[in-house]
């Protein structure tokens, strides 16, 4: 690529000498000449001058080869003697209508010298005859304000009584006013009319003499305030007042956070926290220098530090990071950036995963002549000579080529094992594109952006034709107010969601096939106040001046929840419809405990207790209560972090054993585990592909090599045609194709998918499945043969889309003999809310949160939340269990019944063994998502074995089948045969959720129109992915990654933050 600039451009009237450039063009061209991206600039310049005076771009006009193209034109007007930009206009090019259009207003103090301040800032929809939204600025104001909490201070605070240095007090003290400083913020609500139907202010800025921000509110009057008294570690004692940083910053309740500076450099020394009224520095964070003023050493409250140094020769520099995290001595860890004399990183390294003394995992970078990332190897095991070791030995460095096209933009993706990912590119990007991408097995994806960079459009494609569409419609702000999904390219049938704004451009409603129409109302700082679903009921939002949720509440019979917070904002109580919550902090600000109290269980509380490293990793988890429980899980690393063993006297009598449950986790280099031992004699053993680094194979055996239990091989290559080439090419898109089974050859089992990478079949000699779905995401049929004899029935709406993506029956035929016979007809029927309320004769009852509270009015069961929407409590068949949930490790801890201890589960990032209900202690063997396979007791004999179909249907269970409540991808298994999910209840007999995402569309990847479906399951892929929370899909276990436990990578301060609580209650 080139670029020709300053082209004259001989058809602009008048022609004018190039040497005042009035008109330019800029063209970017290819290689072979032809145009990439082409720029018309018109310039325009001051009146009555012959040269060049106050250049100022008036009109810009980009376009591309592929028809792509974006106009603005800009307006200036002369205000106090300059030129001001007063409109701005914006269309897809200059011949078409005015799209939309911006306007400016401005006041000044021309005594002053300050000129251009904006002071009205209006959208309008087309070449102004509709406004959209309008802001009004003030400067300077007078007087003050009085906030939320009955604080009144000046929009101008007199600060000459400090006599900063080099501030003239004399001419510029509070009484001098015209200083140009923005006060407040004021927005106008504007109706879908485009007429201005009240205001109100959303901002204000308080301010001292010495020009510094001195304090801020929202738009509920909740108050920040700064002060800059100076806190400097070296500053002379003959320097007076400078003012110049900021030392404390304080929230509405007087928290604040504060900071030390170094005086001759200006650089943080320290941050701390400080509390109300109090002038002890708390949770203080250090960093000091070396000679060249570049951070060296970072130490956080906890004694965990940070060291860099940097180190350089003639050929490259090195940056080496030397950590201790974990805490002792002999647990410094190390890692190092390789840099070239472009200061591009070429080499990455750290400690190996295992800790091994001279190993090491390293990765390497090439770049093509462009700079442009060309050759990026994979995580490799190596020496300190960056020689590859272990299992990386025998491949050499692995790398994953990258292709550019000549805008820099990527287009090709060549895997390590030769594999190719492409995308198309069709257009600039700078104007609108349309961009197609081919995964290794062919599957395509196509999205097209508009001139304002929005998605336009979403296709999922095969050989070229479009299986469904995405049409994305926005106002002029941005926002969107309609998908429409149809079949094909330009079908007529057709699935729409809308939504709608208020006068304040906040969403006041959304209509979803699924969910039906749901209305929103906020409060005056724009947080949401009520959320009423489409059956009518209404969810109501409370909040502090720190805008944290303080209570929620509904208008039935659902149990309300309030929230109590501490002085650093986290979360201290919580009372809800199950009993209450209590956390206590460390110093910190770690979670130290937390104790749950059940309405169910009069005079007893259940504590769970939790210990850290230095880094934040959680070190022991005490399960306790007032009636006796007293046992602790305990977790040991190695220097790097990783984590070594797991411990506990649930078996046993040692209090610190790190060993009974899991033992020497050995890693590769890329960080997945390699090998491990349970405390039952048997042992974990995982293989990988060297070339993507797929797991391959599974076992489960004895520690000495015998008894097989688990034996699985992973195959993820697949064929496809080439017709460009007319051969058969071998290829591997990411997705499983087969997994052997050499334990139990009746479960090897096949996978096939269709163009749009929806599991088409699974094949084995136990069973067989074969599925079809509809464009919008929904299984229509499934069956052990072609065609498929279980059929979906949908209510389509006039297009003839299904309506609701609700089924409205399911019917067995026997397709063997013609015409089908039918065997069976089920039945269902939903809410307006789109909840599942009947399936055949069993019927369900949701509270107005649209969480499944009870089963046949509760002689099927019936379930309890607590006030983060967690199942703390569960009645089936006469019993009833609690749950203690762990804020830290982000699920059930333990359950306990009136009895005491009922189960406890024991985690390591992924659920791995259980004291259960008949008191004995198991281990949990999963496979790569998470579904029980294999138990094995104390003695590491097989105590249950399950089998399951892809969406989870049971196909074989031996042994003890009830003591195991927690089988297909982690989920409980409820006596009705639905699994609770976390956000929802999933139906393995349907293959899909009983409720729509409580997530929304958040959950949804607008590319891919399927997963607009608010009901599917892992976008109807099941063999790769599984959803734990029930809110999003996530590929689990193909590299089968056991986590290394971080509560601060889970939840902050080990419970939920405010916005993930609002989000959480929020779901529809």
């Given at each position: 690529?080139?670029?020709?600039t300053?082209?004259?451009?001989?058809?602009?009237?008048?022609?004018?000498p190039?040497?005042?450039?009035?008109?330019q063009?800029?063209?970017?061209?290819?290689?072979?000449?032809?145009?990439?991206?082409?720029?018309?600039?018109?310039?325009?310049?001051?009146?009555g001058?012959?040269?060049?005076?106050?250049?100022?771009?008036?009109?810009?006009?980009?376009?591309?080869?592929?028809?792509?193209?974006?106009?603005?034109?800009?307006?200036?007007?002369?205000?106090?003697?300059?030129?001001?930009?007063?409109q701005?206009?914006?269309?897809?090019?200059?011949?078409?209508?005015?799209?939309?259009?911006?306007?400016?207003?401005?006041?000044?103090?021309?005594?002053?010298?300050?000129?251009?301040?904006?002071?009205?800032?209006?959208?309008?929809?087309g070449?102004?005859?509709?406004?959209?939204?309008?802001?009004?600025?003030?400067?300077?104001?007078?007087?003050?304000?009085?906030?939320?909490?009955?604080?009144?201070?000046?929009?101008?605070?007199?600060?000459s009584a400090?006599?900063?240095?080099?501030?003239?007090?004399?001419?510029?003290?509070?009484?001098?006013?015209?200083?140009?400083n923005?006060?407040?913020?004021?927005?106008?609500?504007?109706?879908?009319?485009?007429?201005?139907?009240?205001?109100?202010?959303?901002?204000?800025?308080?301010?001292?003499?010495?020009?510094?921000?001195?304090?801020?509110?929202?738009?509920?009057?909740n108050?920040?305030?700064?002060?800059?008294?100076?806190?400097?570690?070296?500053?002379?004692?003959?320097?007076?007042?400078?003012?110049?940083?900021?030392?404390?910053?304080?929230d509405?309740?007087?928290?604040?956070?504060?900071?030390?500076y170094?005086?001759?450099?200006?650089?943080?020394?320290?941050s701390?926290?400080?509390?109300?009224?109090?002038?002890?520095?708390?949770?203080?964070?250090?960093t000091?220098?070396?000679?060249?003023?570049?951070?060296?050493?970072?130490?956080?409250?906890?004694?965990?530090w940070v060291?860099?140094?940097?180190?350089?020769?003639?050929?490259?520099?090195?940056?080496?990071?030397?950590?201790?995290?974990v805490?002792?001595?002999?647990?410094i860890?190390?890692?190092?950036t390789?840099?070239?004399?472009?200061?591009?990183?070429?080499?990455?390294?750290?400690?190996?995963?295992?800790?091994?003394?001279?190993?090491?995992?390293?990765?390497?970078?090439?770049?093509?002549?462009?700079?442009?990332?060309s050759?990026?190897?994979n995580?490799?095991?190596?020496?300190a000579?960056?020689?590859?070791?272990?299992?990386?030995?025998?491949?050499?460095?692995?790398?994953?080529?990258?292709?550019?096209d000549?805008?820099?933009?990527?287009?090709?993706?060549?895997?390590?094992?030769?594999?190719?990912?492409?995308?198309?590119?069709?257009?600039?990007?700078?104007?609108?594109?349309?961009?197609?991408?081919?995964?290794?097995r062919?599957?395509?994806?196509?999205?097209?952006?508009?001139?304002?960079?929005r998605?336009?459009?979403?296709?999922?494609?095969?050989?070229?034709?479009?299986?469904?569409?995405?049409?994305?419609?926005?106002?002029?702000?941005?926002?969107?107010?309609?998908?429409?999904?149809?079949?094909?390219?330009?079908?007529t049938?057709?699935?729409?969601?809308?939504?709608?704004?208020?006068?304040?451009?906040?969403?006041?409603?959304?209509?979803?096939?699924?969910?039906?129409?749901?209305?929103?109302?906020?409060?005056?700082?724009?947080?949401?106040?009520?959320?009423?679903d489409?059956?009518?009921?209404?969810?109501?939002?409370n909040?502090?001046?720190?805008?944290?949720?303080?209570?929620?509440?509904?208008?039935?019979?659902?149990?309300g929840?309030?929230?109590?917070?501490?002085?650093?904002?986290?979360?201290?109580?919580?009372?809800?419809?199950q009993?209450?919550?209590?956390?206590?902090?460390?110093?910190?600000?770690?979670?130290?405990?937390?104790?749950?109290?059940?309405?169910?269980?009069?005079?007893?509380?259940?504590?769970?207790?939790?210990?850290?490293?230095?880094?934040?990793?959680l070190?022991?988890?005490?399960?306790?209560?007032?009636?006796?429980?007293?046992?602790?899980?305990?977790?040991?690393?190695?220097?790097?972090?990783?984590?070594?063993?797991?411990?506990?006297?649930?078996?046993?009598?040692?209090?610190?054993?790190?060993?009974?449950?899991?033992?020497?986790?050995?890693y590769n280099?890329?960080?997945?585990v390699?090998?491990?031992?349970?405390?039952?004699?048997?042992?974990?053993?995982?293989?990988?592909?060297?070339n993507?680094?797929?797991?391959?194979?599974?076992?489960?055996?004895?520690?000495?090599?015998t008894d097989?239990?688990v034996?699985?091989?992973?195959?993820?290559?697949?064929?496809?045609?080439?017709?460009?080439?007319?051969?058969?090419?071998?290829?591997?898109d990411?997705?499983i194709?087969?997994?052997?089974?050499?334990?139990d050859?009746?479960?090897?089992?096949?996978?096939?998918y269709?163009?749009?990478?929806?599991?088409?079949?699974?094949?084995?000699?136990?069973?067989?499945?074969?599925?079809?779905?509809?464009?919008?995401?929904?299984?229509r049929?499934?069956g052990?043969?072609?065609?498929?004899?279980?059929?979906?029935?949908?209510?389509?709406?006039?297009?003839?889309?299904?309506?609701?993506?609700?089924?409205?029956?399911v019917?067995?035929?026997?397709?063997?003999?013609?015409?089908?016979?039918?065997?069976?007809?089920?039945?269902?029927?939903?809410?307006?809310?789109?909840?599942?309320t009947?399936?055949?004769?069993?019927?369900?009852?949701?509270?107005?949160?649209?969480?499944?509270?009870?089963?046949?009015?509760?002689?099927?069961?019936?379930?309890?939340f607590?006030?983060?929407?967690?199942?703390?409590?569960?009645?089936?068949?006469?019993g009833?269990?609690?749950?203690?949930?762990?804020?830290?490790?982000?699920?059930t801890?333990?359950?306990?019944?009136?009895?005491?201890?009922?189960r406890?589960?024991?985690?390591?990032?992924?659920?791995?063994?259980?004291?259960?209900?008949?008191?004995?202690?198991?281990?949990?063997?999963?496979?790569?998502?998470?579904?029980?396979r294999?138990?094995?007791?104390?003695?590491?004999t097989?105590?249950?074995?399950?089998?399951?179909?892809?969406?989870?249907?049971?196909?074989?269970?031996?042994?003890?089948?009830?003591?195991?409540?927690?089988?297909?991808?982690?989920?409980?298994?409820?006596a009705s045969?639905l699994?609770?999910?976390?956000?929802?209840?999933?139906?393995?007999?349907?293959?899909?959720?009983?409720?729509?995402?409580?997530?929304?569309?958040?959950?949804?990847?607008?590319?891919?129109?399927?997963?607009?479906?608010?009901?599917?399951?892992?976008?109807?892929?099941?063999v790769?992915?599984?959803?734990?929370?029930?809110?999003?899909?996530?590929?689990?276990?193909?590299?089968?990654?056991?986590?290394?436990?971080?509560?601060?990578?889970?939840i902050?301060?080990?419970?939920?933050?405010?916005q993930?609580?609002?989000?959480?209650?929020?779901?529809?």
């Amino acid at each position: 690529m080139y670029t020709a600039t300053n082209v004259q451009c001989t058809s602009c009237y008048p022609p004018a000498p190039n040497w005042q450039i009035p008109h330019q063009m800029i063209w970017q061209l290819a290689s072979d000449g032809s145009l990439l991206k082409g720029t018309e600039l018109v310039w325009e310049k001051d009146t009555g001058v012959s040269w060049k005076s106050n250049l100022r771009l008036k009109e810009m006009s980009i376009n591309d080869s592929s028809g792509n193209s974006h106009w603005t034109k800009t307006t200036y007007s002369l205000i106090d003697g300059i030129q001001l930009p007063t409109q701005v206009d914006e269309a897809k090019n200059a011949s078409d209508p005015v799209y939309r259009r911006a306007t400016t207003t401005y006041t000044s103090y021309p005594t002053q010298r300050i000129l251009g301040l904006p002071l009205e800032v209006s959208m309008y929809e087309g070449a102004g005859t509709k406004l959209v939204a309008r802001t009004t600025n003030s400067y300077d104001q007078s007087g003050g304000y009085t906030d939320a909490n009955g604080l009144a201070l000046n929009y101008l605070l007199d600060e000459s009584a400090a006599q900063v240095i080099q501030h003239d007090n004399t001419n510029f003290n509070a009484s001098f006013t015209q200083r140009g400083n923005l006060t407040s913020v004021t927005q106008s609500g504007v109706n879908s009319s485009g007429t201005v139907t009240g205001s109100r202010v959303i901002k204000r800025v308080g301010y001292d003499t010495n020009g510094n921000v001195r304090w801020t509110t929202d738009a509920a009057g909740n108050r920040a305030q700064l002060l800059y008294t100076d806190n400097f570690l070296n500053k002379p004692a003959s320097v007076g007042n400078t003012q110049v940083f900021v030392y404390t910053a304080a929230d509405p309740t007087g928290m604040r956070a504060g900071k030390k500076y170094d005086y001759w450099t200006g650089n943080l020394l320290k941050s701390f926290n400080l509390k109300p009224n109090s002038s002890t520095e708390e949770q203080i964070v250090t960093t000091s220098y070396d000679f060249a003023d570049r951070p060296f050493q970072t130490t956080q409250p906890t004694g965990a530090w940070v060291k860099t140094y940097f180190w350089d020769n003639l050929l490259y520099s090195t940056v080496v990071q030397k950590t201790d995290t974990v805490g002792g001595v002999d647990k410094i860890g190390f890692s190092f950036t390789r840099l070239d004399g472009m200061g591009r990183t070429f080499g990455k390294g750290s400690d190996h995963p295992s800790a091994a003394t001279g190993k090491y995992a390293g990765q390497k970078f090439v770049y093509n002549g462009r700079g442009e990332v060309s050759d990026q190897s994979n995580v490799e095991a190596m020496n300190a000579t960056w020689t590859l070791i272990d299992e990386d030995a025998a491949s050499g460095w692995l790398f994953q080529n990258y292709v550019y096209d000549e805008m820099g933009k990527v287009i090709q993706i060549a895997r390590t094992d030769g594999n190719m990912y492409t995308i198309d590119r069709q257009g600039c990007g700078c104007a609108g594109a349309t961009v197609t991408t081919t995964d290794e097995r062919g599957c395509q994806v196509q999205s097209k952006t508009d001139f304002l960079g929005r998605l336009e459009s979403a296709k999922e494609m095969a050989g070229g034709f479009a299986y469904n569409t995405a049409a994305y419609t926005y106002d002029v702000l941005g926002r969107i107010k309609q998908i429409e999904v149809k079949q094909g390219d330009n079908g007529t049938q057709t699935q729409t969601r809308t939504f709608s704004y208020d006068d304040y451009g906040r969403l006041s409603s959304e209509t979803t096939p699924e969910a039906g129409t749901v209305n929103y109302s906020y409060t005056t700082n724009d947080q949401i106040a009520t959320k009423t679903d489409a059956r009518g009921k209404i969810t109501t939002f409370n909040y502090n001046t720190r805008n944290l949720v303080t209570s929620v509440s509904y208008n039935d019979s659902t149990p309300g929840a309030s929230y109590g917070y501490d002085e650093f904002g986290a979360r201290t109580s919580m009372t809800d419809g199950q009993g209450t919550m209590s956390y206590a902090f460390d110093a910190n600000r770690r979670l130290q405990s937390e104790t749950r109290t059940f309405t169910g269980l009069t005079n007893q509380t259940f504590t769970l207790t939790y210990s850290y490293n230095p880094g934040g990793q959680l070190k022991t988890v005490n399960y306790g209560s007032s009636t006796g429980i007293n046992k602790n899980v305990n977790y040991a690393y190695n220097t790097v972090g990783a984590l070594t063993g797991v411990g506990t006297n649930l078996i046993g009598t040692d209090p610190n054993a790190t060993t009974n449950v899991l033992s020497n986790l050995i890693y590769n280099g890329f960080g997945a585990v390699k090998t491990l031992n349970y405390g039952n004699g048997r042992r974990l053993t995982l293989g990988y592909d060297v070339n993507r680094h797929q797991m391959q194979t599974m076992k489960v055996d004895k520690q000495d090599g015998t008894d097989v239990i688990v034996n699985k091989s992973y195959q993820y290559t697949s064929e496809k045609y080439d017709p460009g080439t007319g051969t058969t090419l071998t290829v591997n898109d990411g997705r499983i194709q087969k997994i052997t089974d050499a334990v139990d050859g009746n479960y090897t089992t096949t996978y096939t998918y269709d163009a749009y990478n929806r599991l088409r079949s699974a094949s084995s000699t136990a069973f067989t499945q074969y599925y079809d779905y509809d464009p919008w995401g929904n299984i229509r049929s499934y069956g052990p043969s072609y065609p498929p004899s279980t059929t979906y029935n949908f209510t389509n709406n006039a297009s003839g889309a299904p309506a609701t993506n609700r089924m409205n029956s399911v019917i067995v035929q026997n397709t063997s003999v013609y015409p089908p016979v039918t065997l069976s007809t089920t039945n269902y029927a939903w809410d307006a809310a789109g909840n599942m309320t009947g399936e055949g004769a069993t019927t369900f009852q949701y509270d107005a949160a649209g969480r499944m509270v009870s089963v046949n009015s509760g002689t099927g069961g019936s379930y309890g939340f607590d006030g983060d929407g967690k199942r703390v409590k569960k009645i089936e068949g006469g019993g009833t269990v609690y749950y203690v949930e762990s804020s830290v490790l982000g699920k059930t801890a333990f359950e306990v019944t009136n009895a005491g201890l009922n189960r406890a589960l024991i985690d390591a990032g992924k659920t791995v063994a259980m004291l259960a209900p008949d008191g004995q202690f198991y281990w949990l063997h999963k496979d790569h998502l998470g579904t029980v396979r294999k138990m094995t007791s104390t003695t590491g004999t097989v105590t249950y074995r399950g089998e399951f179909d892809p969406h989870g249907k049971s196909l074989l269970e031996t042994g003890d089948t009830t003591l195991l409540n927690r089988k297909f991808t982690g989920y409980e298994r409820d006596a009705s045969g639905l699994e609770h999910a976390q956000a929802r209840m999933y139906a393995g007999n349907q293959g899909r959720f009983t409720r729509p995402d409580p997530a929304g569309l958040s959950a949804a990847n607008s590319g891919l129109p399927q997963s607009l479906n608010r009901y599917s399951y892992v976008s109807n892929d099941p063999v790769n992915f599984a959803d734990p929370s029930g809110l999003n899909a996530a590929s689990d276990g193909t590299s089968y990654g056991w986590e290394h436990l971080n509560p601060n990578s889970v939840i902050r301060y080990g419970q939920k933050s405010d916005q993930q609580l609002r989000d959480t209650l929020l779901m529809v």
